[in-house]
C-alpha cells in the first residue's frame, strides 16, 4: 500500500454543520499533514503531526479542529465553517526515514463548499 | 519572511524545451521540491534538490543555487500531457526534526500543438 486516501472526495455542508475529513495512509510514515488550497492558490500548511503528536498550526481558526488517533489516521473535524473555507483540502504523510530526499505523499484531496 | 517567487503563467510549443525559474528567500532552507498539479488533483512529486548543481530525472532537470536562492525546472520535449502547474517548494526546519514545506505561487503551463 503505497498511497493516502482521503475521504470524502467531495463535500457540501452548510454553516451550521458539522463534518469530519478524514486521511489514511499505512506507509508506516511519522508525520501527516493537513493543507487548504484554494483555487489557482499553492497548498497552504494547516497542521502537522509528528510521531502523532501536533508539532505546527498554522494559526488556523479553532473551528477547525485536527485529531490524529493513530499513527494511520488524521482527520480534519469541520464545525460552523464560513463560505470562503470551500477549497481542496488535502492530506500529506513523511516517511518515518525522514531522508534528505524524502518527500511529502499528497493525498487526493478533498473538495468543500460551505454554502 | 518567507517568500517564493515563480512566474505565474507560460505557455509553450510541444516537443519544445521550457525552463520554470523559482526565486525564494526563507530561513531554516532544508531542500527545494517541485511538484506538478493537474487541475482538480493532488500535487505529485517531480525532483529534489539540496546542495547546488543540477538534477536530471528523464525529460525534467532541477537547477539549485543557494546562495542566489534560485531554482529552475527544465522540461524537455514538451508533450501535451505536461500542462499543469508546477510547484516550487522549500522545506523549512521548524524546531527539532519537523519540516514543512512553504510553496511558491506556481505556474501554469499550457502545451501548445
Known amino acids: 500500500d503505497t498511497e493516502v486516501t482521503q475521504t470524502p472526495k467531495h463535500l457540501v455542508m452548510g454553516m451550521t454543520n458539522k463534518k469530519s475529513l478524514k486521511c489514511e495512509q499505512h506507509?508506516?510514515?511519522?508525520?501527516m499533514y493537513w493543507y487548504k488550497q484554494k483555487a489557482k492558490k499553492p497548498p497552504e500548511l494547516m497542521f502537522v503531526?509528528?510521531?502523532?503528536?501536533?508539532?505546527i498550526n498554522e494559526s488556523v481558526p479553532s473551528r477547525f479542529s485536527p485529531e490524529c488517533p493513530n499513527s494511520s489516521l488524521l482527520n480534519l473535524h469541520l464545525h460552523a465553517l464560513q463560505p470562503e473555507d470551500s477549497a481542496l483540502y488535502l492530506c500529506?504523510?513523511?516517511?518515518?526515514?525522514?531522508?534528505?530526499?524524502?518527500?511529502?505523499?499528497f493525498g487526493p484531496g478533498t473538495r468543500l463548499l460551505v454554502l | 519572511g518567507q517568500n517564493i517567487d515563480q512566474p505565474t503563467e507560460m505557455t509553450a510549443t510541444e516537443g519544445a524545451i521550457v525552463q520554470i525559474n523559482c526565486t525564494y528567500q526563507?530561513?531554516?532552507?532544508?531542500?527545494l521540491f517541485w511538484y506538478q498539479q493537474h487541475a482538480g488533483e493532488a500535487p505529485t512529486f517531480l525532483s529534489y534538490?539540496?546542495?547546488?548543481g543540477l538534477e536530471e530525472k528523464g525529460r525534467f532537470s532541477s537547477f539549485l543555487s543557494r546562495s542566489k536562492g534560485y531554482s529552475y525546472l527544465l522540461l524537455k520535449e514538451l508533450q501535451m500531457k505536461d500542462s499543469a502547474s508546477y510547484l516550487c517548494?522549500?522545506?523549512?526546519?521548524?524546531?527539532?526534526?519537523?519540516?514543512?514545506?512553504?510553496f511558491g505561487t506556481g505556474t501554469l503551463l499550457a502545451v501548445q500543438p
Open positions: 500529506a504523510s513523511l516517511p518515518r526515514s525522514g531522508g534528505a530526499r524524502e518527500t511529502q505523499y
Open positions: 506507509m508506516g510514515h511519522r508525520a
Open positions: 503531526y509528528s510521531y502523532e503528536k501536533l508539532s
Open positions: 526563507t530561513s531554516g532552507f532544508n531542500g
Open positions: 534538490n539540496v546542495l547546488d
Open positions: 517548494a522549500v522545506r523549512a526546519l521548524y524546531g527539532g526534526a519537523t519540516n514543512k514545506l512553504i
